[in-house]
């Protein structure tokens, strides 16, 4: 007995020394980076729902569920191993005494039962686990194996633990069956059946074996516990932890405001010597920049929803997140230098990798490549599948901010859309006189605002640049302007006072730009008593109501979709007209994903008579990206195949009559795609792409007939300022300008920010 009682101490001490050894280490590299005190303040200021969030989030396993088969797999893994710590304490009780029985439970044989069962479960789940690595197998998969990339083997090392774990559990408490110490007579079925198998050895070795596999477990177990501070596993300690400290309700919506040493930067009042631009080097993070990197399992959920990474692009928000950390444990010993001595005295390799730039193409030896950053189109797949809440989209923007403020590095084709935005206020350098264009071109009066909003305005319009400029957009203006005008809505717009909410400057990296586009907006909503605006474009939307309260702007904002829907479910507004059509509906990430507004749009089309609708194969949640967001709109797409062709493609599988959406981003990306297919033969000539107000507007008033209010791709877009029949019609002289892309007077609009051309 004393010596089974040494063996287990002397484990248990030497793996709590290791494991506290490492896990104050990873501590300490955490804390060389920025403070992050608005989480802290998070926290505490919300005991009740943090309480609520740990509890669906890690014991209800919330996110892991929303993949089934694997979901259920680590359910049973994570429950399993929750109430397997009885049978821990169990093996350390026996250790001091071979009849030990926990206290209160006692012999109560439906513990035996429910510990037999989950023993089970776990059982189950690493079989699942070891059938869903084998079908996914990256040698054999390539890049379409979400575990591309991940460290396979340290997996198949923990499944055997895993493995090992239980094995040695039935074991001991079957041999324990057969020496009669076992502490429930019944219930614990599958212990039983090694008890049977072990029954023939005879008592005496059964003793023997209940030692050996004790001692066996409590070895598995510790080792297990060592090693996981040391693999990628180390999310079984870290992930509640993350959870905890993450942003409500989720990393999607608004980016974080640009902090430096815990505060929000103020441009005027920042110091390039001390302050910090976005992230430069590893130490820039915040120490939940460090618990992300940490926490990543690796399981590549992320990577295998990301468009970028799915159309052949080298970003895979995974791999973002290993090679930070990986960066990070190697540059550690440098970090955590009291001294420049100590940091002198390093080895050459140490001091080697603290050298490597953070964002850096293979010949410089960066930790990121550009490409990696200047791929991501914010899309959030990667927030929404992470199951232990990391926040990609923070991480990389914050990369792309310090390339652009700090070493004006990024690609160059958007430069004009950001000095178009800082000097005319939108990505075309249009101008301001241009906005209120589109309201000549309707029958009815649009109240501009000048000066207050007067006091029986229901909405605010705020029609945002494209609505405003981009003629494939306008269309999509104009028939919300006559929706609206139809069910009595009292509305009035900005016109020339609007200018853009800075979204694409903010998503490029360029905080000095949105800041100031923001905050001039926020100044005459303010001025104009603004409280509830209508927003058509879902970038304009999420900036208005989810990041403008970072400057003081507090709106109620609706998209036009959810204002549309309520007012045909109040009947003031009544289909009529069938529109006999099979539809499939295009979820704009930044209002389904980010915003979580997925059945508006879908009730719209549900009332309009003759309506067929075919979800697409990726769609709600899961939906696919159409490739303009994170300002990827004003990038050039060189790097594997186009994602709008992507999208296109799998909306075509549906047997589309006519494509709906609900952004202008989108209208233009899948245009632009429709009209590639329809180059080369693979969609039919009648195919169009239109916002679900417009379907609606052609239902509702039958003045907006399809061949006037159409968008068949991008290549008919006419002049922006010289289309539109009242009705929101194409050009009165039916001219067309390519692609949107010049002016009213048939100029090229200024910059290479030109709304994109139909690319094949
Ligand atoms: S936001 Fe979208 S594009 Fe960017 S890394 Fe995540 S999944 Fe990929
Ligand atoms: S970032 Fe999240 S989803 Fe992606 S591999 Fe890591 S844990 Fe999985």
Redesign the pocket.
């Known amino acids: 007995m004393a010596v089974r009682i040494i063996i287990g101490l002397a484990l248990t001490v030497a793996a709590f020394a290791f494991a506290g050894r490492r896990l104050w280490w990873l501590y300490r590299v955490a804390r060389t980076g920025q403070p992050a005190p608005e989480r802290v303040a998070a926290v505490r200021g919300h005991p009740g729902r943090d309480a609520s969030v740990e509890a669906t989030e890690v014991i209800g396993q919330r996110k892991l569920l929303q993949w089934t088969v694997p979901g259920v797999a680590h359910a049973l893994t994570f429950w399993g191993f929750i109430v397997l710590l009885l049978t821990i304490l169990e093996a350390y009780g026996d250790l001091f005494s071979r009849t030990f029985a926990i206290p209160w439970i006692g012999h109560w044989p439906v513990i035996g039962f429910i510990e037999d069962l989950f023993a089970v479960g776990v059982l189950a789940g690493i079989i699942t686990f070891a059938v869903i690595r084998l079908r996914n197998n990256p040698k054999r998969e390539g890049r379409d194996s979400r575990f591309s990339g991940?460290h396979t083997g340290a997996a198949w090392l923990v499944l055997l633990g895993i493995f090992l774990v239980i094995a040695t559990l039935l074991l001991y408490r079957g041999a324990q069956i057969n020496t009669g110490v076992f502490p429930y007579a019944h219930g614990a079925f599958a212990s039983q059946i090694v008890a049977n198998w072990l029954a023939p050895l005879g008592t005496g070795v059964n003793s023997v074996l209940e030692t050996v596999f004790i001692l066996a477990q409590l070895a598995v177990i510790l080792g297990f516990l060592v090693f996981i501070t040391y693999s990628k596993h180390l999310?079984i300690i870290l992930a509640p932890v993350n959870v905890l400290y993450s942003r409500r309700p989720d990393g999607l919506g608004a980016l974080q405001a640009m902090r430096s040493n815990g505060k929000v930067l103020d441009f005027e009042e920042a110091d390039p010597d001390t302050d910090v631009f976005g992230r430069g080097k590893i130490e820039d993070f915040t120490w939940k920049g460090f618990l992300d990197m940490g926490?990543?399992?690796?399981?590549?959920?992320?990577?295998s929803q990301c468009p970028a990474w799915v159309t052949g692009k080298p970003l895979s928000?995974?791999m973002v997140?290993l090679d930070l950390r990986d960066h990070a444990l190697k540059k550690a010993p440098y970090l955590l230098a009291a001294t420049d001595e100590e940091r002198e005295s390093l080895p050459d390799h140490i001091k080697a990798e603290a050298e490597r730039p953070l964002v850096g193409t293979a010949d410089a030896n960066g930790v990121i490549d550009p490409d990696v950053i200047w791929s991501c189109t914010n899309c959030g797949a990667?927030v929404h599948?992470?199951?232990?809440d990391?926040e990609?989209i923070d991480h990389i923007d914050d990369m792309r901010r310090y390339q652009v403020l700090i070493e004006s590095a990024f690609p160059i084709e958007a430069a004009g859309m950001l000095k178009n935005l800082e000097n005319k206020g939108d990505p075309w350098g249009m101008g301001e006189a241009r906005r209120a264009e589109w309201i000549s071109e309707l029958d009815f009066e649009v109240p501009v605002v000048d000066g207050k909003i007067p006091d029986d305005t229901e909405y605010l319009f705020w029609v945002g640049c494209a609505g405003a400029l981009e003629d494939r957009a306008r269309k999509t203006t104009k028939a919300i302007a006559t929706l609206l005008d139809t069910a009595g809505v009292k509305f009035a717009v900005l016109g020339p006072a609007e200018t853009c909410t800075g979204d694409p400057a903010r998503r490029m990296g360029n905080e000095f730009v949105f800041s100031m586009l923001a905050q001039q907006n926020v100044e005459t909503l303010n001025e104009a008593g603004a409280r509830t605006i209508v927003a058509s474009c879902p970038h304009c939307f999420n900036a208005l109501a989810n990041e403008y309260p970072q400057l003081g702007g507090n709106y109620q904002v609706i998209h036009h979709t959810q204002l549309l829907s309520r007012l045909v479910a109040e009947g003031k507004l009544t289909p009529v007209t069938p529109v006999d059509e099979k539809i499939t509906y295009h979820d704009p990430c930044f209002l389904g994903r980010h915003n979580k507004v997925f059945s508006p749009p879908r009730e719209i089309l549900e009332q309009v008579p003759g309506v067929r609708s075919q979800e697409m194969h990726r769609c709600k949640e899961r939906g696919f990206c159409c490739g303009a967001g994170g300002a990827r709109m004003w990038m050039e797409e060189r790097i594997g195949k186009r994602i709008n062709i992507e999208r296109i493609e799998e909306a075509l599988g549906t047997g589309p009559d006519t494509i709906s959406t609900a952004c202008p981003y989108c209208l233009v990306m899948l245009g632009d795609a429709i009209s590639a297919k329809k180059s080369s033969g693979e969609a039919s000539e009648s195919l169009e792409i239109v916002d679900v107000a417009t379907l609606l507007a052609r239902s509702v008033t039958p003045a907006v007939s399809p061949a006037a209010s159409a968008v068949p791709g991008g290549s008919a877009a006419s002049a922006p300022g010289a289309s539109g029949a009242p009705d929101g019609s194409a050009a009165p002289d039916g001219s067309a300008a390519p692609d949107g892309a010049a002016s009213a007077d048939g100029s090229a609009p200024p910059g290479p920010a030109a709304p994109p051309a139909a690319e094949t």
């Open positions: 991940s999310h926490t990543c399992t690796e399981c590549g959920r992320c990577q928000p995974k997140m990667c599948e992470c199951p232990v990391i990609h």
